[in-house]
């Protein structure tokens, strides 16, 4: 089980363009159009599923919301921040 961040640590270690709520990081990601962000879900999805590590997203119009959370330690761990940085190199 990874430890649970700091307030200090995870607002030091939240790679830019995210933001904490709660127990939770999370970032939209805007598109030029719908399925350009249907493809994104995809590469998520993938880097999820090989880190063992998920997110909740939410799919709008030419946007991804993605958010956060290490459920097991009931909060946010370095998981979760290098799953965001993950993320943003899929865009
Ligand atoms: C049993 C447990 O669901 C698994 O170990 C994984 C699956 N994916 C997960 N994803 C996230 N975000 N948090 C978890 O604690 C987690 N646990």
């Known amino acids: 089980m990874a430890d649970l961040l700091s307030d200090d640590e995870i607002q030091r270690k939240l790679p830019k ?3 904490r709520e709660g127990d939770e990081i999370t970032k939209t990601y805007e598109f030029d ?3 350009k962000g249907i493809e994104f879900v995809t590469r998520v999805g993938e880097v999820a599923e090989e880190e063992f590590h998920h997110p909740e997203i939410r799919v ?3 946007e991804v919301e ?3 959370t290490s459920h ?3 909060g946010i761990t370095d998981k979760d921040i290098r799953l965001a940085g ?3 190199d899929e865009v």
């Open 17 to 19: 363009g995210w933001d």
């Open 33 to 35: 159009d719908y399925l």
């Open 60 to 62: 709008g119009y030419k």
């Open 66 to 68: 993605v958010r956060l």
């Open 72 to 74: 097991e330690e009931g």
């Open 86 to 88: 993950l993320f943003d």
